[in-house]
């Protein structure tokens, strides 16, 4: 079974609004974490949240974490024309150490 | 100063053939990766070298054969080349493996190679 999946698989929204993303997983996790990925471009890690946290905020970024129903969100507020990218969660288990497990993507497309 | 460069960028070769893709890192990292992500934008690990040790190997055909020189060095090498290995594959390093409060697990991507088999 896949860790990490995420909806919705596309978003589309005008400038200046908020974007919510949501991945759910399957497993007990240490921490998981946000990647974008703009067209043709590798990953950036965008936050990490543990397992022992909630909410997590950076900059136009909000990730909430639920360990009771093993899933989070991302918040986008006011966003931009250049937040157009897809967005992954990715989860570190409690057992696996180093390997990070990424979700399905969201794709994101900010209208100007 | 690219973190995580990798090369070629762009592979366009036949069935059948041999090809390597190169990454190297100057992060100092311990932990190195390579992920494959296919044309729906799924990107699963393949393998892991953490100081030039293996200690992932997915479900990988033993037709990919990662070699790493050094720590900052990590290659892929693919054999008898097929249509489904098209994908980009993307390097990736990690400071290491521990859990401590330093290490969280960040993964610092390549800007991937796109490989296409005819």
């Known amino acids: 079974s896949q860790q990490g999946e995420e909806d919705p698989q596309a978003l589309s929204i005008q400038e200046g609004e908020n974007a919510t993303m949501n991945c759910s997983y399957k497993?007990?996790?240490?921490?998981l974490q946000w990647y974008r990925q703009n067209s043709g471009r590798g990953l950036v890690h965008l936050i990490l949240?543990?397992?022992?946290?909630r909410e997590k905020h950076s900059g136009r970024l909000r990730v909430t974490l639920d360990t009771s129903k093993k899933s989070s969100s991302l918040l986008i507020t006011a966003s931009r024309a250049a937040d157009t990218a897809s967005y992954f969660c990715?989860?570190?288990?409690?057992?696996?150490?180093?390997?990070?497990?990424f979700g399905e993507g969201t794709q994101l497309t900010v209208n100007p | 100063d690219t973190a995580v460069s990798q090369t070629p960028k762009y592979l366009v070769t036949q069935m059948g053939n041999d090809k390597s893709i190169k990454c190297e890192q100057n992060?100092?990292?311990?932990?190195m990766y390579w992920y494959k992500q296919d044309s729906k934008k799924f990107l699963k690990i393949m393998f892991s070298?953490?100081?030039?040790?293996?200690?992932i190997n997915e479900t990988v055909p033993n037709r990919f054969s990662p070699k790493s020189p050094d720590k900052a060095h990590l290659n892929l090498h693919i054999n008898s080349l097929e249509l489904g290995d098209s994908a980009v594959y993307f390097c990736?390093?990690?400071?290491?493996?521990?859990?401590?409060?330093?290490?969280?697990?960040?993964?610092?991507f390549g800007e991937g190679s796109r490989l296409t088999v005819l």
């Open positions: 070298y953490n100081n030039k040790e293996l200690i």
């Open positions: 992060l100092g990292h311990d932990t």
């Open positions: 990715a989860t570190s288990l409690m057992t696996s150490g180093s390997r990070l497990t």
């Open positions: 990736a390093s990690s400071p290491g493996l521990g859990q401590g409060a330093n290490n969280t697990g960040e993964l610092f």
């Open positions: 949240i543990r397992s022992n946290e």
């Open positions: 497993t007990s996790i240490n921490n």
